[in-house]
Structures are given as structure tokens and as C-alpha cells.
């Protein structure tokens, strides 16, 4: 949360501004000097944040953001809910290196589906060196990895380990994922084995496809070995997408669990809050606990699907 928004003088004199209604004029200063904003002019603003701030019901912050998007103003994505200031760079620029690393790493974090992400990329990559991505389209198949954020160095020597594991020998299966060795039906050990959780990258295929969410900056002991559970017991699942008898599978149905999950308006924060409250957003603890994991399975937060 940062602690001040600068607003120009100009702003009132600004015929775009003038031109306003009072709740649009009202809502773009709200914009540019809420706490939620960032040094680079994006942010992600629930309809709840702004409900809250301003004290408006949902339907008069909805009727403002689609005037300010009128007259060029600011952008707002109402799937992802992240909101660009267009020029914004004009009376805040960018006045040091550590300024365009910040501005870009909060650039990076938003998502791929954003609709207005293409023409932010084409006008603002170059103030903090972000390379244009001119071929991106919002509403053909996602085919990009989004980048790998807050990859901490735990993950990263997970991951070798698994490599180096794969590469040299069979890995011996771990303690809550005891291997039936008896079984003549027990798959060979080896880069397809089941028995091993790919806990890498179960965490960024959560990254990838949900965001909005809370990032993962500690891959404690206690979350690998609650994706561990989880891993093992959606493998012995018969509902869908699980089921699973191959780690390749098992990516691939996880994989589609995330899609699901970020389908929910109440997992990923959208969400009307309760009065006084933030949104609900779902973690990764959530999504890996028992309790958690089963009612999202079962589509106890996808009513409003319905």
C-alpha cells in the first residue's frame, strides 16, 4: 500500500476533466491517489475496493469506470478488474533505474487475459524496457507462460532436484507417498512416476493460472507436504478432472482444476466484500487444504455460476 498519489494542478483545468460528470471527475482522483494505485499507473481495483473507499454501491463505481473509459481516461479490465491510468507516465515519469525495475515487475503481474494489456505494452514497454508483445491477443487460446513471479530459491532447488534425480536414478518415493513395491501393477519409477509430486510445479501452474492470487514467496515444509497430500489423493479421485495414473496426467489435471478455480468470482477476491471487510481471495493454504480443496472439487464456490 503506498502512502501518497500525486495529483497535478493541471487536472482541473484539463477539458478532458471538465468535461466530466462529478461522480467520473470523482472517481479518476480517486484513482490516481488511493492506496491501492502504483508507480506504474495499473493496479487491480475490485469493484469492492472502490464500494468501500467511496462508500458508493457497486452499480454507480461501474456507471463511472465506463465514462472514464469513454473519454480515454483509464482502462478497466471487468474480468481481471485491473485498472490503467493512460497518461499516467506524463505527469509521473519514471526518474531512475530502480523506479523502471519496480514499474515493470508490477507491469509483469498482470494477467495475460487483460484486455487492455496489448495497448499498454505498445505505449508504456519502453519507459521501463518491457519488449512489446505486438502478436498477444486477448481472445485466442493462451499459448504464453506467464512469468514465474516471486520464484524463491527453495523452489528453484526443488526443481534441480527433481532434474538431477530423473537424470541419474530412480527416486525412492517419500514418506507420505510410500510406493507399493509388492504390486506388480505399481508403475516403474522414473520421470512419469505418479508416486512423486511435482510440488514446482504444482506451484506454477497456480501462479500461471490464477494471477490474482496471492503469490507464493515461501514454499515452507508444511505447504510441500500438504501438496503432497493433495497430489496423492486426487490421484485415487473419480470425480473430474482426477483420476490419474501418470504425472503427466496428473500436470494436465491440475492444470484444468486451476482453470476452474480461477473461473470463481470468490476465490479470486471479485467478489462483493461484506461491509467493512476485504474480499475473500483464496491461497495457496486454502487451495491445498483438506477443506479447501474439497469444496472447491465439489463447486461450493462456483454458485454464482449457476
Given at each position: 500500500m503506498?502512502?501518497y498519489?500525486?495529483?497535478?494542478t493541471?487536472?482541473?483545468?484539463?477539458?478532458?476533466?471538465?468535461?466530466m460528470?462529478?461522480?467520473?471527475?470523482l472517481?479518476?482522483?480517486?484513482?490516481?491517489?488511493?492506496p491501492?494505485g502504483?508507480i506504474?499507473?495499473?493496479?487491480?481495483?475490485p469493484?469492492?475496493?472502490?464500494?468501500e473507499?467511496?462508500q458508493?454501491?457497486?452499480?454507480?463505481?461501474?456507471?463511472?469506470?465506463?465514462?472514464?473509459?469513454q473519454?480515454?481516461?483509464?482502462y478497466r479490465?471487468?474480468a481481471?478488474?485491473?485498472?490503467?491510468i493512460?497518461?499516467?507516465f506524463?505527469?509521473?515519469?519514471?526518474?531512475n533505474?530502480?523506479?523502471?525495475k519496480a514499474?515493470?515487475?508490477?507491469a509483469d503481474?498482470v494477467?495475460?487475459t487483460c484486455?487492455w494489456?496489448?495497448?499498454?505494452?505498445?505505449?508504456?514497454s519502453?519507459?521501463?524496457?518491457v519488449e512489446?508483445k505486438?502478436s498477444?491477443?486477448?481472445?485466442?487460446?493462451v499459448?504464453?507462460t506467464?512469468?514465474?513471479?516471486?520464484?524463491?530459491q527453495?523452489?528453484e532447488?526443488e526443481?534441480?532436484?527433481e532434474?538431477?534425480t530423473?537424470a541419474?536414478?530412480a527416486?525412492?518415493p517419500s514418506?507420505d507417498?510410500?510406493?507399493?513395491?509388492?504390486?506388480p501393477a505399481a508403475?516403474?519409477?522414473?520421470?512419469?512416476?505418479v508416486?512423486?509430486c511435482?510440488?514446482g510445479?504444482?506451484?506454477d501452474?497456480?501462479h500461471?493460472l490464477m494471477?490474482l492470487?496471492p503469490?507464493v514467496?515461501?514454499?515452507?515444509?508444511?505447504?510441500?507436504?500438504?501438496?503432497?497430500a493433495?497430489?496423492k489423493?486426487a490421484?485415487q479421485?473419480?470425480?473430474r478432472?482426477f483420476?490419474?495414473t501418470?504425472?503427466?496426467?496428473g500436470?494436465?489435471?491440475?492444470?484444468?482444476?486451476?482453470e476452474?478455480c480461477?473461473?470463481?468470482?470468490f476465490?479470486t477476491?471479485?467478489?462483493?466484500?461484506?461491509?467493512?471487510?476485504?474480499p475473500f481471495v483464496?491461497?495457496?493454504?486454502?487451495i491445498f487444504?483438506?477443506s479447501?480443496f474439497?469444496?472447491?472439487?465439489?463447486n461450493?464456490?462456483?454458485?454464482?455460476a449457476?
Amino acid at each position: 500500500m503506498r502512502d501518497y498519489g500525486k495529483v497535478h494542478t493541471s487536472f482541473w483545468t484539463s477539458k478532458t476533466v471538465r468535461d466530466m460528470s462529478e461522480d467520473c471527475r470523482l472517481l479518476a482522483i480517486y484513482l490516481l491517489s488511493c492506496p491501492h494505485g502504483t508507480i506504474a499507473g495499473v493496479a487491480r481495483i475490485p469493484d469492492g475496493y472502490a464500494c468501500e473507499d467511496l462508500q458508493w454501491p457497486a452499480v454507480r463505481i461501474q456507471a463511472a469506470f465506463a465514462e472514464l473509459q469513454q473519454c480515454g481516461f483509464a482502462y478497466r479490465c471487468d474480468a481481471t478488474a485491473w485498472v490503467w491510468i493512460t497518461n499516467y507516465f506524463t505527469w509521473n515519469p519514471l526518474e531512475n533505474p530502480n523506479q523502471r525495475k519496480a514499474a515493470r515487475k508490477i507491469a509483469d503481474q498482470v494477467p495475460i487475459t487483460c484486455t487492455w494489456l496489448k495497448a499498454f505494452h505498445t505505449d508504456c514497454s519502453a519507459l521501463f524496457e518491457v519488449e512489446d508483445k505486438p502478436s498477444w491477443n486477448p481472445f485466442e487460446t493462451v499459448s504464453v507462460t506467464l512469468p514465474k513471479p516471486f520464484r524463491n530459491q527453495e523452489q528453484e532447488q526443488e526443481q534441480e532436484k527433481e532434474q538431477e534425480t530423473t537424470a541419474t536414478s530412480a527416486p525412492e518415493p517419500s514418506i507420505d507417498q510410500p510406493a507399493p513395491t509388492d504390486s506388480p501393477a505399481a508403475p516403474p519409477a522414473g520421470a512419469d512416476d505418479v508416486r512423486r509430486c511435482p510440488v514446482g510445479s504444482l506451484v506454477d501452474l497456480y501462479h500461471e493460472l490464477m494471477p490474482l492470487n496471492p503469490q507464493v514467496k515461501v514454499l515452507s515444509e508444511a505447504r510441500k507436504k500438504a501438496i503432497r497430500a493433495r497430489w496423492k489423493e486426487a490421484a485415487q479421485l473419480t470425480a473430474r478432472p482426477f483420476g490419474y495414473t501418470t504425472k503427466a496426467q496428473g500436470l494436465a489435471a491440475w492444470r484444468r482444476f486451476f482453470e476452474v478455480c480461477a473461473e470463481s468470482t470468490f476465490l479470486t477476491g471479485r467478489a462483493p466484500a461484506a461491509p467493512g471487510k476485504p474480499p475473500f481471495v483464496a491461497d495457496i493454504d486454502f487451495i491445498f487444504s483438506p477443506s479447501g480443496f474439497a469444496k472447491t472439487l465439489e463447486n461450493k464456490y462456483h454458485r454464482e455460476a449457476a
